[in-house]
């Protein structure tokens, strides 16, 4: 263990960053949230976003945005925070035991989106950085969860953000991508959360892409065939970050286009809520961002926006076979090759 804390501690500062490191990337966030809020409200037409503007008492604060009865959105949270502190939680030392007994700063936009129609397919986004003393690093991505999908939308969301990954390096989509399919999944059902997309963790530049916690997962499999990319600075990883950032409305936004009139009854309705269920397990459960959060003392209510304002449970269910609902199962819920999915194609 103290060989690999020490290893890691000489990869993150070989490219220490620069000075304003921390102004620039908060600015950023709050670009990106504004950006985004902006475009949801014209997209919605009706909805407005509230904002509570807050202050942790230990170091920093943020700004939480939040839509409700939109007539597209039924609840939608877009947030901007910037904390501080003394120690890092065990969540974060788990994985980066270097940067124990440093200061730390960390900053990033995250959001959830659900729709009220269950055509239209929940979306969440979380993009953010973290300093501690010499450690550093960038992590995020960007998930999509249908619950009655379509595989050209599925497509169209992959295909969007694997276009912001090849611009920085060819093989990002292809690890990042099984990392989100590794992250999103529920043990306790076998199940992915939903059609996945991209996820990241730990980047500081050195190193194999894959730093997740499944040495024997496909990601890290993927990953270490690769071997080590050539050193990446902290302004590649900033770059890439805010392409990954930027690239989301044009990934989620025609797909919520094609689908809010899209007709549904209270089958449709009530499918949806269950699925809901799902959402809110791997948010209470494994959610790392949920974690984080609550271990550093954040504000519970800028935490929990992520949950939908209607769910329910039901005891021992199974789709009909042959349904809409049963091929939500079998097709989306296991991991596809979207990327790479056309009309004529299976992504099987």
């Known amino acids: ?34 950006k985004i809020a902006q475009t949801l409200e014209d997209v919605d037409g009706v909805g407005k976003f509230q904002q509570d503007s807050w202050e942790r008492p230990e170091g920093g604060g943020g700004r939480s945005r939040v839509m409700r009865e939109g007539a597209i959105f039924e609840q939608a949270g877009v947030g901007f925070s910037e904390v501080w502190g003394e120690h890092l939680p065990p969540s974060i030392l788990t994985q980066r035991p270097d940067a124990e007994g440093h200061r730390w700063y960390a900053t990033g936009t995250s959001m959830v989106l659900h729709p009220r129609n269950p055509y239209v397919p929940t979306v969440h986004l979380n993009y953010r950085y973290f300093e501690a003393g010499p450690v550093w690093w960038f992590g995020g991505g960007a998930d999509l969860t249908p619950y009655y999908p379509f595989a050209e939308d599925a497509a169209h969301f992959h295909q969007t953000i694997k276009g912001a990954c090849d611009k920085h390096h060819s093989e990002y989509y292809q690890v990042f991508k099984r990392w989100c ?45 690769l071997g080590a990319p050539e050193p990446r600075s902290w302004e590649d990883l900033f770059t890439f970050v805010q392409e990954c950032g930027n690239a989301f409305l044009p990934s989620y936004v025609p797909i919520v286009e094609r689908r809010h009139n899209t007709e549904y009854g209270d089958r449709q309705r009530n499918f949806q809520l269950y699925r809901r269920g799902r959402y809110v397990e791997f948010n209470l459960v494994y959610d790392r961002g949920t974690i ?35 091929e939500l199962y079998e097709t989306f819920l296991k991991p596809q090759d979207w990327a790479n999915w056309t009309p004529n194609h299976s992504a099987e």
């Open 1 to 34: 263990m103290l060989t690999n804390s020490l290893h890691r501690q000489t990869e993150s500062s070989k490219s220490l960053p620069p000075a304003d490191a921390k102004a620039r990337v908060s600015q950023f966030m709050k670009q990106l949230q504004d």
């Open 181 to 225: 399919d590794e992250y999103f999944y529920l043990k306790h059902r076998g199940e992915t959360r939903g059609v996945g997309g991209l996820f990241f963790d730990y980047q500081h530049g050195e190193g194999e892409l894959y730093r997740g916690p499944h040495p024997d997962g496909e990601a890290a499999i993927y990953s270490n065939q």
């Open 292 to 326: 984080f959060g609550l271990q550093t003392n954040g504000r519970t209510e800028s935490i929990l926006m992520s949950l939908p304002p209607l769910v329910r449970w039901e005891y021992g269910y199974q789709p009909e076979p042959n349904s809409p609902e049963a």
